[in-house]
């Protein structure tokens, strides 16, 4: 598949998402790209803005297996990746898989689970592989987790290890929708009989590996790769900070430019590929001091402030 025709079959899914969800552009985007680069995508959302509307939409349109784990305090590891069960008939242990081996799974509340569910995660989104018994068991290709937390309820939660939102290359937000798309939401709801919208399927997921290797042959000029390194390595020597961004970080903004310029139609990546996406894939990966929290500093206030201070290389497109 050539970057083109994965440019335009992009702009099919989306707009077929769209027809359910009403949020920015945006967003969906944003969300798009984090599935073409074989990422895991956190939202994190007041609830009734679209969250797991959002994730069903993507499996639906995607043409791609979907499981909702609802994340609680009483969750085990074995509720997630499944366990092995004793039939009686053949006298043998048999594996009997969790609800993780889908093509799309919404870890729904993720902040909500102990550590030790949270961990049984870590592995299926950093290996895509889970261990049950000293057995390993595959998960699907394609496989990516939309997780989604709740960043006002905070009680009876338990906060994400920097190593568990290390695992997101993305982390974004619906937000809520202007006045005219919660019109919109009304207007659509009028015409149809049923309370969620449905979607079409665009493509078969067999199709899914393919158009998540075009963005593996985007070429990033060597300038806007200088420019990924000092944006991570700023935020590394911001006094605000505590912990910066990883070098997994700065690879992650690599590919998600690379899916950016995917979406677009273009084998090459510009300036403002990196620019759209360093939020989403930085932003959470930042630890601020204490005298930051203290003064209410925001990681996005820290990001803006280090973009202003580095000049954006002049690169040519397609050059």
Known sequence: MDHETAGTLSGRILDAIGEAVIA??????TTMA????????LLEDVPGTGKTLTARSFARALGLSFQRIQFTPDLLP?????SNIYREGTGEFEFSPGPIFANVVLADEINRA???TQAALLEAMGERQVTVDGQTHDLPEPFFVIATQNPVEQEGTFGLPEAQRDRFMIKTSVGYPAAEGERRIL?????RTAQTPSVTQVVDGKQIPALQRVPESVSVDPRLRDYMVELARRTRRDDRVDVGVSPRGTQRLFEASRARATLGGRDFVVPEDVKRMVGPVFTHRLVLTAEADVRETTRGAVLDDILRQIEVPAVQ???
């Open 78 to 82: 074995a509720d997630i990746t499944g």
């Open 24 to 29: 920015d552009r945006a967003f969906l985007e």
């Open 114 to 116: 102990p550590p030790k």
């Open 317 to 319: 497109p397609g050059r």
């Open 187 to 191: 207007d659509r709801r009028a015409e």
């Open 34 to 41: 984090g599935i073409l680069a074989r990422g895991h995508v």
